[in-house]
Every structure is written in C-alpha cells, then in structure tokens.
C-alpha cells in the first residue's frame, strides 16, 4: 500500500508521540509488523478494539502493512453487542487493550494471547471455521457501530490509499503536519487523520484526552499540534473550552465532518480562522467513501456558510431525481451521488459476504438529498435513510428500533431523530419505561443521557400498510 511509502526508506522518521512523551518511529511499526505477521500468518480476519494508544495504532497499521483485515471496533463497545458480532463473524483473532473492560476480558474467555504489542495483546480463538476473505479486502469497519449492527463496509487497500492521497492533497499536508487525536481511531474520520499524515510522514499526537481537559491543550502545546479535527459536537465544546482566546502559535487548520455543522458556529469559527490567519475546512463523507467526497476551500469558508463544498480530487458528484435523471439546473434538490477511487467494495452483513469483490465499481449513492448553488457548491438539505448523527457517529434508527423493542418486549417503538438527538416514540409499556430505556440506549450506545428522548403515545401514527409515518413524528420534534 502506498501508505507505507515512508517505511522501508526511512525508518528513523517519526510516527507518533504519546502524552506521557514516548516516541514511535517507522522502524517501530516495521518491527511490529513482523512481530504481527508471524504470530496471524496472513489475509486472517481481526477483530481491533481500539482506543487512541499506541497498542492500537501499531497493530491498526500492522494489520494494513502485513495483509491483515481489521474490523475496527470501540474498546469500549458494550459487550453484549461486540457478542453478536464475534457470534456472527468468528473472527480468529481479537487484538485488545491492557484496559479492558471486565465483561468483555469474561465474553472472551477462550481467546488465548499469542502476542504483546505497547499494551495491547493479540488473542487467539479456539481451533475452528473462520471466513473467507477476498484477496482485494483490507479494512472493515462499522455502519452504525454503537449499535453492534453486523452489517460492514468491505474496503480495499485502492480505496484507502485514493482517499488519503486527495486528502492530503486539498488539505495541502507536509512532513511538517502534527495533527492530534481528537476523535476515535474506529471512527471513519479518526481513521482517515491516521492514513493522511502516514502517507506524507507526518507524526500525530496519540492521547484519549477531551478538548475540555485542561492537559488536552498542555499536549497541543508541548508538542507543537498543527490541526484539530471535530465533528459537530466538538465544536460546540471548543467553544465552550474558550479555544478562540488561547494562545496557539502552532495550531494552523482546523477540519470538521460527521455532520452538518450549525450555521451560525460555522460562521463563527470560520471568521476566527479568517481573522487568525488559519485554515477552516467543512468537509463531507461517509465510511462508504474511505470516507472523505467534498470539502470546503477554506478561502470560501465565510461567504458559503452552510455548505459542505465541492468534490475532493479525484471525485466527482452529480444529483439525480427519483426518475433517476440527472439535474443539471442550480438550486434543484435530488440524492447525491458521488463517484471515485475511495468508493468502497460494497457491504457485507454476514461472513458468507467476505468474500465478494467490488459490487459498487466506484460509485455511491450516498442517500442525501441535495442541492448545487451556481458556482458548484454542494448543500446537504436532507437525507433518504433511516440514519442520523449523534456526536459524529452514524447511528441506525431501525437497530435502535431493534435493540428497544428486545430489551423492553411490551412496547412499540419509532425512532426518529435530529443530529445529536434521538427520539424514541413509545406505545405501551409500564410508568417508568421512559427513564429506563434512556438509561438502557446510554449503556448500550454510549452516548451521554441527554442525547436520549423518550415520548409516549396512545397510539404511533402508520400508513395504511402499518408502518410507522416517520415524516409525521419528525414533525412533532
């Protein structure tokens, strides 16, 4: 892969730096790699529970660089849903922290350690089937990995190096970079950040810190961090942290994805980077794009306030009625379809679908609704799907659906939502239902308390077929 271009040739280069100061170089990744290799012995299926240390970032790369594929999961993802994945799956390898949590240390019970890497241990299932995987497969992650949902996104090595290389191109990235990691490395847009800077052998600053810590911002300082990725939510703590009115003389871009940012923080910090002499980049994607497919030029940044920009290099998007054809007039909304190198293979929902090969051939119909202005700006005013945003992660509201209607049987439920906001609608159940399954969707999805609403009804309103109208409770929002 071209990400390791760096490797052989300089081994010395910098790859990483920890908050407690510790310094990983590429010769330390190759190192791991081998170690890596031997111990999983080739194209072998990888459950990684990641958290943003080293452990996970050298056996996250050790994975790509040795042939390995990674299905990227939250360390902390509860364990009852990381069993249904390794029930549906049976994956021969688990890699995980030193600090896991006790009940999934118990869910894996009959894993044994073949390897140690920087606090982080490779476990081995017991002797027994495991999938097939097509040769072209190198990364696996999660549509909707709060909710444990089996269903994957299947990408190739092509599709991750395509999307770092545009990346690094509009983002303009050197050797010179030093983003920190402000988001989860199973996160689609934490992933990327991680590739990017790879590619052009750029260190990054590795800590699980949050914006609002005060040793957050030590570390930005210490080492010199150069940009600061968010998704929606960060930027309403990165208001709340003051960061406008801290000194840092090194911090030069900021980026923000995983949702649409509202218009009035985007006008806001846009005007600080514009004022500050920095760079303020919106950008658009999904996992299925590896993950990135518009941004933002920071110069347009103030004047298109709202919208999410134009294609990356490389990519190309057109809007397309219900008919199917093609909109070629401004200010006409249609679903948005993105074509390019970063598309990925296509899904998988079970482990018979491992081994398939590029379904999609670089095209996605994204499932948002869409309008172009004259100048060939693009502006999300809608989407198709049954998904939604809370704090960045995608979240599927026919699994939450799910999840409810298992846990609390005497109830129907309908999920609706707006970003950082999920509503469950409810029919029957007992007085204190409400509170309940909101503690119940916090300990499941981790996700703060708040994010959670539950509303009764005599009765949820359904078509004649007896379905849930969902564009009917959208608007009792």
């Not at 890699?95 to 241990?121: I, M």
């Not at 072209?136 to 549509?143: K, Q």
């Not at 923080?265 to 919106?282: D, I, M, N, P, S």
């Not at 007992?430 to 399954?437: F, K, R, T």
């Amino acid at each position: 892969m071209e990400l390791f271009a760096h490797c052989e040739r300089e081994p010395e280069r910098l790859l990483a730096v920890t908050e407690a100061g510790e310094r990983l170089t590429l010769g330390d990744l190759n190192a791991a790699a081998q170690r890596f290799a031997q111990a999983v012995g080739g194209h072998r299926l990888v459950f990684l529970l990641c958290g943003n240390t080293p452990g996970s970032l050298l056996g996250y790369l050790s994975c790509l660089r040795t042939g390995a594929v990674p299905l990227l999961l939250d360390a902390q993802l509860a364990p009852a849903l990381l069993g249904q994945l390794l029930a549906c799956y049976h994956p021969p390898f688990v890699y995980v922290p030193q600090d896991l949590p006790e009940e999934t240390r118990t869910l894996l019970g009959e894993y044994r350690p073949v390897l140690e890497l920087a606090g982080s241990a490779l476990l081995r299932a017991p002797a027994g089937p495991e999938p097939e995987l097509h040769p072209d497969l190198a990364l696996l992650l999660t549509t909707s990995g709060s909710t444990g949902s089996a269903k994957l996104v299947r990408i190739s090595g092509k599709n991750l190096d395509a999307n770092a290389r545009s990346i690094a191109d509009y983002l303009r990235l050197t050797e010179h970079e030093r983003p920190i990691t402000s988001l989860a490395m199973n996160y689609s847009y934490g992933m990327s950040i991680l590739n990017s800077h790879l590619l052009v052998g750029a260190p990054v600053v590795l800590t699980s810190r949050s914006v609002l810590e005060r040793p957050f911002w030590d570390l930005v300082v210490r080492e010199g961090v150069t940009s600061l990725a968010g998704v929606p939510y960060t930027y309403q703590m990165l208001r709340r942290a003051g960061m406008m009115d801290m000194e840092l003389p090194s911090l030069q871009t900021l980026t923000q994805a995983g949702g649409k940012l509202p218009e009035a923080l985007h006008q806001l910090f846009a005007a600080w980077a514009a004022e500050t002499g920095r760079r303020f980049y919106v950008m658009y994607g999904q996992t299925e794009a590896s993950p990135r497919m518009g941004y933002l030029p920071p110069e347009r940044a103030v004047d298109k306030c709202g919208s999410m920009g134009i294609p990356i290099p490389g990519g190309t998007f057109r809007l397309l009625m219900d008919d199917g054809s093609v909109i070629a007039e401004p200010d006409c909304v249609g679903e948005l379809v993105y074509q390019g190198e970063n598309v990925a293979m296509g899904y998988a929902q079970g482990p018979e679908e491992l081994c398939l090969g590029d379904l999609w051939g670089g095209e996605l119909h994204t499932g948002d609704l869409a309008k172009r202005d004259e100048e060939g700006f693009y502006y999300i005013v809608g989407r198709k799907s049954r998904f939604m945003k809370l704090y960045g992660s995608r979240v599927n509201l026919d699994e939450v659906e799910r999840l409810l209607t298992a846990q609390f049987p005497e109830a129907t439920f309908a999920c609706v939502g707006l970003d950082d906001s999920l509503s469950a609608f409810y029919e029957g159940g007992s007085p204190s239902l409400a509170q309940e399954a909101a503690e119940f969707l916090q300990a499941q999805l981790r996700f703060p308390l708040r994010s959670f609403h539950l509303r009764p009804l005599e009765a949820i309103p359904r078509s004649s077929a007896g379905k849930p109208q969902y564009a009917v409770l959208q608007k009792m929002l």
